[in-house]
Structures are given as C-alpha cells and as structure tokens.
C-alpha cells in the first residue's frame, strides 16, 4: 500500500493580489464524497472497490491510512484508487487518525454491518463546533447495535442489525451516510427519515447500488434500503466537488476578472448562483461548465446556510469574504454549525466590517481589503482568507496551510493557470 508523505514542516501562503484573475479550472472530486465512498469499501470482503476521481487531498490521504490500519490494501494513481477490501477487517479504529479527521466516524456504520464490531474514539469537536455524533449513535443503536462510551471511545456490537424506521432530529449529511451503510445487510427494510439531500449522499447511494445493495430515495428526505447478504465490488466516479468549483468562481468575480470551472454539475451549485446573480454577478452554464463575473460592483444581499439545497455552509466564509467588498450591507447566517465564525476576526484585520450577534453577521460591504499576515482556522476560513488576499491591493500570508491542504487539490497551481500570483514557503516555527 502506498504510505503518503506529508511534509510536516510548517507553511504559509503568500498572496499577492489585485491581478484579476481570468480562465479555466477543472473542479476536482468531491472531498465530502469520496470519503464516505472510501469507507463504503469496508462493506466488501476479498473484493475490490475501485474509485475514479479522487481528489489527491490531506483527508483522502488520511481516510486510505485508516482503510490501511483495518486491513485494506489501497493504491492510489492518477486519481484512481482501488482498495482491495480485507477478508477479515479490523474493527479498532487507531485514535490518532481519528482525531486528524472527523470522517473517520464514517467506517462505524459499514463496520458494523460486515463485522458486528467497531471502536471509535470519539471524533472530537473542531474549529467550526462540537461537531457531536449522537445522531449516529442512535440510529445505530435502533438498528439493534449495543453502544458504549469507554474512555472516549465508542464501542459498538452487534449481532446483525436489523431494520427499521429511523427520523433523524437534523438531516445530518454523516449520519445519513452510516446509518445507509450500517443497513445494507440489516434484516428486513430501513426507512430513514428527514435525511441529508446532499448530492454527495446520492453519490454514496449510487456507489451501494452499484455494489448491489438494495436502495431508493436518495436525495430526498426519506431512503428505504432493504437488506441483502452481501455486497461486490465495482468501479465508480465521484462527483464533481461544487465547494471547490464555486470557491474558484468566488475568485474570478473577487478580482474584477473572470473564471470559468470545468467538469461540475451545475445543478449542484443552484444555491450559490441564485444568490450571485442576486448579488448582481452575471453567471453562465453549460452542460457541465459555470462562468461568472461582476459587470459592476456587487450589491449587498442576506444569506442564511440550510440543508441542501439551501446554501452551504461551506461556502459561507468564502461568501463573506465577497460581500465584505459589495456595496451596502449584508446579513450572513449560519444555520448549520455554532461556530463557523472565526474567519471573522481575520477578515477584520484586513478592513472587513463585520459585526456579530450570535450566529449572524452583519458585513458592511468596503471599497477594497487589504493585505495583512492571517491565520486558517479550517478548511473554509482558510479558502475565505486566500479570496480575501486576491482581492487585496497587496500581499497577504496566511498562516495555516495545512488546513487548506486538507481540501484543495493542487490550489497554487490551479490559482497560477488563471493569473494568481501566489506560493507556499516554509516558515520558521516560531512565525507559524
Ligand atoms: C459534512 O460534515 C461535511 N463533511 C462538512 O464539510 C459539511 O460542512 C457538513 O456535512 C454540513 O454540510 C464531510 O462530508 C466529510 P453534519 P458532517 O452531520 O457530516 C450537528 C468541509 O469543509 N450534528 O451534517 O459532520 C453538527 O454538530 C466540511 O468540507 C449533531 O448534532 O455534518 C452540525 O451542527 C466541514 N449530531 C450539524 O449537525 C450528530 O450526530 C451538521 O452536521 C451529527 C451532526
């Protein structure tokens, strides 16, 4: 199996700004797709699950690592990754990987459907909240599994899940991901009700069905999967990934240029266009490509972060980055998360106005922002902060690179194709 080096050597970012930015970028897979799929692979035994379209990303990495501690093979070229299941997973998942990344909790739903066994470290909060798993647990816990708290950790049994109707409190997008595969070989019919509509759900579910399970109305808010004995492998593609396309677009109309994303499903990204073309943008598409740009200075406009298809919440601090430079104010609030607000502060120290009360901001929209050293608190503040940079009329580092890294396949090179002036560089400890 490939081990991944990563180096661990601190970074940051320098980004010069004020270039408008111009030209085309192909969309990677999806993050938030590949890594419930990748897990899915635990639901086979000897066989082969093989992913095209992999984004080559800090999680991605880490999720194959995690797969490798549980016996899996994985290999990993040109974006396609075949992992070869084992014949007899392991069921302890190593704490370290877990606490790296909360999408490790995705292998207790298939491990305890293939083995009736799991143990978990609880994942643990991050920047953006306390990031819970109890509405995983209890849906688990309805199927039939015995759950128990021990140090930490979750340990879950059970002797053969078993069907039944299942109303999740929140469409959480990775509860609605394990509990879909903790019901594949459960006795009898699962209804899971109010479920994540994501499309990344109706990819996980397109990947069962091709494996063989018994599935149906994804993408709405109730899935009905019926048990079978087991699953076979398959070959599969992840979807485009509508974060990192629209992140991009955010770029080009930041800068006063234009860019356009390439291989994305623009269905996918209706939410974040709706309120672009709201904010005044003009927003082109094709089949499978979005352009947009800003003829004018754009207009202030609210925003609120809901379940798909409302707008995402992963686009919620690139958003505010864009309307920290319209005209007028904006309302910004978070529905989803209680705490995906530290890309505020950073934003304020580059001239943003943005005042908070609770889990709403509001951002009086200024001429222009400038450069300053600023620090990624996660994935989506980092991508807020390198908008903001190119924005800027000067040079701005940002301190936190890894967290980019976690979700932005090859982001300088992408930047560079469209005019970007920006490079990571080691920094000594103490800056970083
Ligand atoms: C997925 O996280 C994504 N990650 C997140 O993307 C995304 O922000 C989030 O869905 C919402 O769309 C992956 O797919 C790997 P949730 P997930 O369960 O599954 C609460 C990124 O930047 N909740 O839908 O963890 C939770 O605290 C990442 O790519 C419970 O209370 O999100 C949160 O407030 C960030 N109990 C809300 O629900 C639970 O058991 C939404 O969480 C589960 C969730």
Partial sequence: MRRFIVTTQRQKMLIRGATPLRGSISAQGAKNAALPIMAASLLLSREQ????????????????????HLGAQTTFEKGTMIIAAPEEPDWETPAHLVRKMRASSLALGPL???????????????????????????????????????HGSVHAKAKGLRGCRIYL?????????????????????????????EPEITNLAEVLRAMGAKIEGEGTGTIRIT?????????????PDRVEASTYLLAGIMTGGEITVHQVIPQHMDALLAKL???????????????ARAPQRLRGISVKTLPFPGFPTDLQPQMMALLSIAEGSSIVQEGIFESRFLHVPELQRMGAHIEVQGNSAVVTGV????????????????????????????????????????GYEKIVEKLGHVGARVEIIPCPDEDA
């Fill in 49 to 68: 699950l093989i992913i095209d379209r992999i984004p080559d990303l800090q999680d991605t990495r880490t999720m194959a690592d995690l797969l490798g």
């Fill in 367 to 406: 001429p222009a922002l400038h450069g300053t050293d600023v620090r990624a608190t996660d994935l989506r503040a980092g991508a807020a902060l390198i908008l903001a940079g190119l924005s800027a009329s000067d040079q701005t580092e940002m301190f936190g690179v890894e967290h980019v890294a976690r």
């Fill in 227 to 239: 048990g079978v004995k087991e699953l076979s492998g398959t070959r599969i593609t992840v979807i």
């Fill in 169 to 197: 409190d929140f469409p959480s997008v990775g509860a609605t991901e394990n509990l879909m595969m903790a019901a594949v070989f459960a006795r009898g019919q699962t209804i899971l009700e109010n479920v994540a509509r």
């Fill in 277 to 291: 073309e709201e904010a005044g943008a003009e927003v082109f598409c094709t089949e499978e490509t979005v352009s």
């Fill in 112 to 150: 305890l459907a293939r083995c009736g066994r799991a143990v978990l470290p609880l994942p643990g909060g991050c920047a953006i909240g306390g990031r819970p798993i109890d509405l995983h647990l209890k849906g688990l816990a309805k199927m039939g599994a015995q759950i128990e708290l021990v």
